[in-house]
């Protein structure tokens, strides 16, 4: 093995480079000194819910498509096949699920948090544990996603690691604490573009020349890298159809369905529709991005063969293949390798300043707000504000952990993808199932968290005394940043290897990594289902309307009525509710106070919340903003 070889930027690509994070600065003070100047939580918080349809959806992809996606999926095509791309079947119906079961809910009970509706469903315990599990999910992966493309980069071309993580963490957090949520998006807008741009000039420079597209297939074809339709239903095999189509959907589910990143965007929309009709509009964007993932890597077999720069000793991990090919490819061509490696970092500071707003909400709204009643709004933003750029140093500081932390980060990596199929089964349990009570929501997240973090663990500890416990290497490594990001799976992969098929706990430690967030989040369903017969069911009259989707009594139309009410799913919840015509009341007054702060007026002494006004009506616990239409299929229009 040779030494790593370093490729050099020239002037023009720093210069690219630097005009990515000057222009991102430039759109977070566009935002903050112009409009509403960020002066409210509702501003700040949630783009005074007047975004619409497109830079919304750009946004959602964006947050989905981070740098370790960028370099992931190549590799992943390069060394294993086209077998990957078969995750884009889970595409539709993980998108297509949010779209018309969770953003109907969160959107009409008007929430700012989306673990502000556990407290609605369950009780204020129960939220407090979802957003504390949702902090430590994302205080890891920040870092992570922070330091891995600048240390991709420092090892390909010799950049300044510590100053490339310092001048993203900063520009990040300037712009997130200035301009809010606005500048998130629209950050998230520009950076999108520049992801498309970069990979695009990546292929299109690389296909040329590698002799045409034609060439490009050939070669993939002869060296057996493009793949047919695996049909093994075995759990265990890393990719098959299966695991990418139908697991994967699951993984969506947790990034779109309930990921308060993802949620916030949904409910910053202008109406629900225009939410809605973003889950669409990220479908045909999620295809390409993946198509040209998928397509880089053939480029790149059809440059290097199977004699790859890894095995020559030119880069030291999987994830450094792809910068190496970028810098190889552009030798000849001046700003190129800077316009990649600003669509790299986009990824990254799209991802991050997602994960900076997201936590700053769940932080204020769920862990201060609810402590702090009677804080003013100026306060509120204030702290608000304070928070992003409190979680920015944080970032840093995890960055700083993540290069410490040697061959623990794959376990770090594990722990973060598998935090999200708890907190989906959570939100599942309160939404499909309207007999869970509380007591089964906590007994079943813990026991979903105490499931992912066997497997996690134990899986890591068999491969850790050497490579010979590698047989089907599939669960520490892909799911590094599952949840969030679902295509950053492969980049520390270890290569398959073909061995005797394990048994009894073996073969859980040898789970696919794409089946995590099913086996998890239906740990915490089932779990929470049993505790919650056990200790006492919830009836229709406990629970708070609109908090449970009407599927039930779809479902189970052939049963008779008298079973149908015992499982309480007669009707969609408020036609019999003795509250339906106060909800109504404090849904026409929230839409009156909404359209009062966004003409800019102010009330002496602050303003009251629709969640103040129903605790003041005695209608619902403290912070429950709740302002659901009692019928389901009536749309909220603000």
């Excluded at 969770?102 to 939220?127: D, H, Q, W």
């Excluded at 933003?381 to 840093?396: I, N, P």
């Excluded at 006492?536 to 479902?555: Q, R, S």
């Excluded at 189970?556 to 106060?582: I, M, N, S, W």
Aim: net charge neutral; with cysteine; proline share 5%.
């Amino acid at each position: 093995m040779g030494d790593v070889v370093l490729m050099h930027f020239s002037t023009v690509d720093y210069v690219i480079f630097a005009l990515l994070l000057v222009a991102s600065t430039g759109i977070g003070l566009f935002y903050a000194f112009s409009g509403g100047r960020q002066r409210t939580t509702q501003e700040f918080l949630l783009a005074d819910r007047s975004m619409s349809c497109l830079p919304v959806s750009l946004s959602l992809l964006a947050t989905f498509q981070s740098a370790v996606a960028i370099l992931g999926a190549p590799s992943e095509v390069y060394t294993f096949g086209t077998q990957y791309w078969f995750l884009g079947c889970s595409y539709f119906l993980g998108l297509l699920i949010p779209a018309h079961v969770f953003i109907p809910v969160f959107y009409r009970l008007r929430l700012s948090s989306a673990y502000e509706y556990l407290e609605l469903r369950f009780n204020k315990t129960v939220r407090i544990c979802g957003t504390i599990t949702f902090i430590f999910q994302m205080v890891i992966y920040m870092g992570v996603v922070l330091y891995a493309p600048a240390l991709a980069l420092n090892a390909v071309t010799g950049f300044d690691l510590w100053g490339a993580v310092l001048a993203m963490g900063l520009v990040c957090t300037l712009y997130t604490a200035l301009g809010g949520l606005k500048a998130v998006i629209w950050t998230d807008v520009f950076q999108t573009v520049v992801m498309f741009a970069g990979q695009l000039a990546v292929i299109v420079v690389g296909t040329s020349q590698a002799g045409g597209i034609s060439e490009v297939w050939r070669k993939a074809m002869n060296g057996s890298r493009i793949a047919s339709l695996d049909l093994n239903p075995d759990p265990l095999e890393r990719h098959t159809f299966w695991t990418l189509g139908v697991g994967g959907v699951f993984l969506m589910l947790a990034l779109y369905g309930v990921n308060q990143a993802q949620v916030q965007r949904y409910l910053s929309s202008r109406t629900e529709r225009e939410a809605v009709m973003s889950c669409y509009v990220v479908f045909p964007c999620q295809q390409i991005v993946l198509s040209l993932g998928c397509l880089m890597g053939l480029v790149m077999y059809a440059r290097y063969g199977e004699d790859s720069p890894l095995d020559k000793g030119y880069v030291k991990t999987k994830d450094q293949m792809v910068l190496y090919f970028v810098m190889d490819v552009f030798r000849d061509l001046p700003g190129l390798p800077g316009l990649f490696v600003a669509c790299l970092f986009s990824g990254a500071l799209s991802t991050i300043s997602s994960a900076f707003n997201s936590l700053a909400t769940v932080t204020m709204e769920d862990l201060i707000k609810p402590f702090f009643p009677n804080m003013t709004e100026a306060k509120a933003t204030l702290l608000s504000k304070a928070l992003a750029l409190g979680y920015g140093l944080v970032c840093l500081a995890m960055a700083y952990v993540a290069s410490l932390m040697g061959s623990v980060l794959q376990a770090a990596f594990s722990i973060f993808g598998m935090v999200g199929g708890p907190l989906l089964g959570l939100f599942c349990l309160g939404m499909f199932f309207p007999w869970a009570n509380s007591t089964g929501a906590l007994v079943g997240l813990f026991s979903g968290l105490a499931m992912a973090f066997w497997i996690g663990i134990g899986s890591f500890m068999m491969r850790l005394p050497g490579p010979d416990l590698l047989p089907y290497a599939n669960t520490t490594a892909p799911p590094l940043l599952g949840n969030m990001t679902t295509v950053a799976m492969t980049t520390l992969v270890s290569a398959m290897t073909t061995k005797t098929r394990p048994s009894g706990v073996e073969a859980i430690y040898n789970l696919s990594y794409m089946w995590y967030s099913a086996h998890n989040s239906a740990t915490v369903v089932l779990v929470g289902l049993l505790v919650s017969l056990i200790t006492g069911p919830m009836k229709e009259k406990d629970l708070t309307p609109g908090t449970v989707f009407p599927v039930l009594g779809t479902l189970l139309f052939f049963l008779p009525e008298r079973y149908k009410e015992k499982l309480c799913c007669v009707t969609p919840l408020g036609h019999k509710h003795k509250d339906a015509q106060p909800y109504l009341t404090a849904q026409k007054e929230n839409q009156e106070e909404v359209e009062e702060e966004v003409g800019g007026r102010k009330g002496a002494g602050g303003r009251k919340g629709a969640g103040e006004k129903l605790v003041e009506a005695g209608l619902a616990a403290p912070r429950a903003s709740t302002t659901l239409s009692p019928h389901p299929s009536e749309e909220t229009a603000l």
